[in-house]
């Protein structure tokens, strides 16, 4: 596409797959559905796909706002991919379950031995051809805002030695108020994935390094996608009219 934002309608919705394999693909079909009165919600602008390398395995950062995040990335990004997770989170019933079907990357906070030795296997995992994605921020921000980052992420990143993608978004924390259940219909979520950063010119003990520039990257591109909403846009989702009139 040339790197043209890409826009696209639609619900979407998340399916548990063996070792990740078309979990992805079933969310993109979920975004192409319609609600039942036939008119199609949500908008997704997307911009940088040209920076997906389909030949090696990359590793991805994102911003964590909301839950819509894991949605829109798994129908939008164009590769398969895991995800790479605390470790105590495959502890949890159900949700754990599925994480460990789906091929998820586990990663070791607690212990620093163990966390030492879950960093060099999910290298090797990423090295071998698989593609990964992190939320550095660890939780998801309450207000939209850049949370702290954990050096794990990037400490992962360099000793893969694969390129590092950042992928900011924004909006999906307004797709369900924080605290509630409450759905906000209409609102465009924005995607911008940005140029791969060559690692080799990190060192290994560089992480913090790696770790500010990449959240430089993503403050300028959230601000800069935020300058892109529109008052008027959310009025573009039947849904909305219907509740706001």
Known sequence: MGGLPIVEKGPSFH????AGQGAGARAKAGLKGTTAAGDQCEFFVIEGLENIDRSRPQMFVANHSGPHDILSLAAHLPIQFRWIAKKSLFQVPFMGWHMRRSGYIAIDR???????RSIVEAAKTIHDGINAIAFPEGTRSRTGELGRFHSGAFSLAIRTAVPLVPITLDGSYRVIVPKTLQ????????IKIDRPIDLSSYAKGEKHRLMEDVFQIMTRNLDELRCRRHPDEK??????RWIHG
């Open 110 to 116: 607690e212990n620093p031995r163990d966390a030492a």
């Open 15 to 18: 399916l548990a797959d063996r």
């Open 235 to 240: 009025r573009q989702d039947a849904v909305f």
């Open 183 to 190: 759905v906000n219909p209409g609102v465009t979520i924005r």
